[in-house]
């Protein structure tokens, strides 16, 4: 679980960031996840963007992710989340 300080430092490192993946009308598929799942593992933080084809809640969308991929939810604004998830090689030194 991760505390608001540690939220605050993922949020303004996660503003430079670029949405690498886009969920759209065929909702979350085990393709995504397994990509999504394997980023995490190597960068530990991710931008996802939902479409406005998206047949889920971007709320629905950031719990079923963050469960399958076993992350958390950084933030979620506007049709954007973030998710972070603990990497063994610790890029980001949370405070």
């Known amino acids: 679980m991760l505390t ?6 993922l949020r303004s490192i996660a503003n430079g960031l670029k949405p690498l993946y886009q969920i ?9 996840v ?3 799942d394997e ?7 991710l931008k996802i963007k939902l ?11 950031a719990i079923e992710l963050s469960a399958q ?10 049709n954007t989340i973030v998710l972070y998830r603990k990497s ?3 890029i980001y030194r949370l405070p």
């Not at 759209?24 to 995504?32: P, R, Y």
């Not at 980023?39 to 933080?45: A, D, F, N, V, W």
């Not at 479409?51 to 969308?61: D, F, Q, R, V």
């Not at 991929?69 to 506007?78: A, D, F, L, R």
């Open 69 to 78: 991929t076993n992350s958390e939810v950084v933030q979620i604004m506007g």
């Open 34 to 36: 397994e990509g999504i």
């Open 4 to 9: 608001g300080k540690q939220k605050r430092y």
């Open 88 to 90: 063994p090689e610790k």
């Open 39 to 45: 980023y995490l593992e190597r960068k530990e933080l």
């Open 51 to 61: 479409l406005e084809t998206c047949p889920i809640s971007k709320n629905e969308a």
């Open 24 to 32: 759209g009308k065929d909702g979350i598929t085990a393709n995504q």
